[in-house]
């Protein structure tokens, strides 16, 4: 299974840990590893290669992924989406209306809000 993880970006992990709390410690880069810690879990590291080409990336990505899933209390599954989308940009749009169209909206008015954002 870990080879799923070899298309994973080390920078996209990194990133995505720094945004949970996490900090780099970077005495390890001389090492060609990314080592982050979090001051809330004292004793936890995550610890990849900063080389993706590296014979064990897969493996390692694997078990710092499931490692942040396991202290974030998050699935797998989640934490791989969110380490995917790091660098997509999102804009989410919600409409609070009082017309009880059974959560959907003619195109138009849509089209209207958006144009309006």
């Given amino acids: 299974m870990s080879e799923n993880f070899r298309h994973i970006a ?4 990194r990133d995505y ?11 390890a880069l001389r090492d060609g590893l990314y ?4 001051p809330a879990y004292h004793i936890r590291q995550l610890v ?3 080389n993706s080409d590296t014979p064990d990336y897969a493996d390692a990505v694997e078990i710092s992924l499931r490692k942040l899933a396991e202290i974030s ?4 599954e989640t934490v ?6 790091v660098k ?5 749009l919600q409409i609070v209306d009082t017309r009880d169209e059974e959560n959907f909206i003619p195109l138009s008015y849509a089209a209207e809000a958006i144009n309006g954002a």
């Fill in 73 to 76: 209390g998050r699935p797998l």
């Fill in 48 to 50: 990849f290669p900063v």
């Fill in 35 to 38: 080592v982050l810690a979090n």
């Fill in 88 to 92: 997509d940009d999102t804009l989410r």
């Fill in 10 to 13: 080390p920078t996209d992990i």
């Fill in 80 to 85: 791989v989406a969110g380490v995917n989308e």
């Fill in 17 to 27: 840990s720094k945004s949970l709390g996490w900090f780099l410690l970077p005495e």
